[in-house]
């Protein structure tokens, strides 16, 4: 099974990049905006070694910056490094298996409490932040991407964080949550706020139906909604030697919602049919109801159900989906529509209208004969409804990542502005940097910035004005 996963790897640009390097003078391909003044920073998993039986998705993360600045661009990567990274680098090997097993040859003293930091990196309150969701944040330094340490605003939250906390774009506030909050595999779940100042306003919690893993959650003007989707989290299981996470599409679809100002103990829970969802692209009320667009599977990818079988391939695909919730309604059910066919992820918009309706969005889109990860080969553009709005397809076999928005201006129009996202050539081995007008990306990137090595297919990433 090892030997297949690394087939596999080599195939696709999943597989890690051994170094670390900076390259200060980029060959740029076309013209780079003179509005694009900062940086992009990515994440992902990138095991720095092998560990027998170990989920991609524990891998170290590692950070890629791209720099632009007046029509010029240089990169930059590091790993983020960990206690778990140093306790490897400084041992020369792995020490740790999938989800924070150690192995049997392991040191004692070794633990894996701080994560692998591997998932998003966002910039808040002048902190940029790496993050995945089983820890603290941990505070990377912007110019030189050091570790400056875990970051508990001065002990005003504990526990995992979400790697997807969303930021209003009205009051700069933070919202955030944290599933496995009273400890591994368990059903408690954490939320709060920190302010635009970087002081933490409210830290709670609450037990959701069962032991879900939780990726994402929803955010309105007035609103916070918790998705419990049956990837379900079992500590008998674990101890058992079966799945920690598996798909069990019989304990139901759950999303609670509560008033942002509201508590706990209000929490209304919905139920829809079972389903799973990594990633929201936007969500909106509409009077007395709340309106979500997700990328939403039949069948959750990547894991297994308890006894270890897969689960359908062929339903293991995201497709953008509108949920419906009628607050005012008579109803516990929400209902869920497809707004497209195409296989894709990675959604995101321009962050000014997070909360809001929104009139653009964007989402990474898959090739229909190949599996779901791996696979991702283009870019839609969609209007407010759903309705595509543009799309721009790779050379078969190139890859590309998340696609960011960056706005021309702070003042400039929704939509009006770039996406960019790393392109991976599968030819040549290697990256671009692509840079797209937002609004139409079915003409091809208006810039290529070009790498000699590659960017490994990774997770998140956020773009970050210089200054």
């Not at 526990?159 to 009205?170: E, L, R, S």
């Not at 949920?323 to 109803?331: E, R």
């Not at 497809?338 to 992820?345: A, F, K, M, P, S």
């Not at 937002?438 to 960017?455: E, K, N, Y």
Request: net charge negative.
């Amino acid at each position: 099974m090892q030997q297949e996963t690394a087939i596999k790897a080599a195939r696709t640009n999943l597989a890690p990049i051994p170094m670390e390097c900076d390259a200060p003078f980029l060959k740029v391909q076309g013209e780079l905006p003179r509005e694009l003044n900062g940086t992009l920073y990515r994440n992902g998993p990138n095991p720095q070694f092998e560990s027998p039986g170990a989920h991609w998705f524990v891998g170290d993360g590692m950070l890629h910056a791209f720099h632009l600045e007046n029509g010029r661009a240089s990169y930059r990567n590091r790993w983020v490094r960990t206690p778990k990274w140093q306790a490897e680098h400084d041992a020369g090997r792995a020490l740790f298996g999938g989800f924070g097993r150690k192995l049997p040859d392991s040191p004692a003293s070794i633990t894996q409490d701080g994560g692998v930091a591997n998932t998003n990196i966002i910039f808040h309150a002048g902190r940029l932040l790496a993050l995945e969701e089983g820890h603290l944040p941990t505070e990377i330094e912007r110019g030189t991407l050091n570790r400056l340490g875990y970051c508990d605003y001065n002990g005003g939250i504990a526990g995992p964080f979400t790697a997807h906390p969303k930021i209003d774009p009205v009051t700069g506030e933070m919202v955030f949550f944290g599933y496995n909050a009273a400890g591994p595999l368990t059903p408690a779940l954490s939320f709060g706020s920190v302010n635009a100042s970087g002081v933490v306003t409210r830290f709670d919690r609450f037990e959701a139906p069962y032991a879900s893993m939780v990726h994402d959650f929803i955010v309105t003007e007035n609103h916070l909604l918790f998705p419990v989707l049956p990837i379900t989290g079992s500590m008998e299981r674990a101890m058992r030697g079966r799945p920690p996470y598996a798909w069990e599409p019989d304990k139901g679809a759950y999303v609670g919602v509560m008033k942002r100002n509201g508590a706990a103990s209000d929490i209304v829970w919905f139920r829809a049919e079972s389903c799973y969802v990594f990633h929201v692209m936007n969500a909106w009320e509409e009077s007395d109801r709340i309106v979500a667009d997700v990328m939403q599977f039949e069948e959750a990818p990547l894991f297994s159900h308890p006894d270890g079988s897969p689960t359908d391939p062929k339903k293991s695909r995201a497709r953008l989906c509108r949920w419906t919730f009628d607050l005012a309604g008579n109803t516990d059910r929400f209902t869920q529509i497809y707004l497209d066919d195409i296989t894709g992820e990675f959604p995101r918009i321009d962050d000014r209208r997070a909360g809001f309706a929104n009139t653009h969005g964007w989402y990474a889109c898959a090739n229909p004969d190949l599996p779901m990860f791996g696979a991702l080969s283009g870019i839609v553009h969609v209007g407010g409804k759903g309705s595509r709005l543009g799309q721009y397809l790779l050379p078969a076999g190139d890859t590309i990542s998340e696609p960011v928005f960056v706005a021309r201006g702070d003042d400039a129009a929704e939509g009006d502005g770039w996406l960019l996202a790393a392109v991976w050539r599968a030819q040549e081995n290697r990256s671009d940097l692509a840079v797209f007008n937002a609004t139409d990306v079915g003409s091809g990137p208006v810039a290529l910035v070009q790498l000699g090595h590659r960017v490994p297919d990774g997770l998140h990433g956020n773009w970050v004005n210089a200054g």
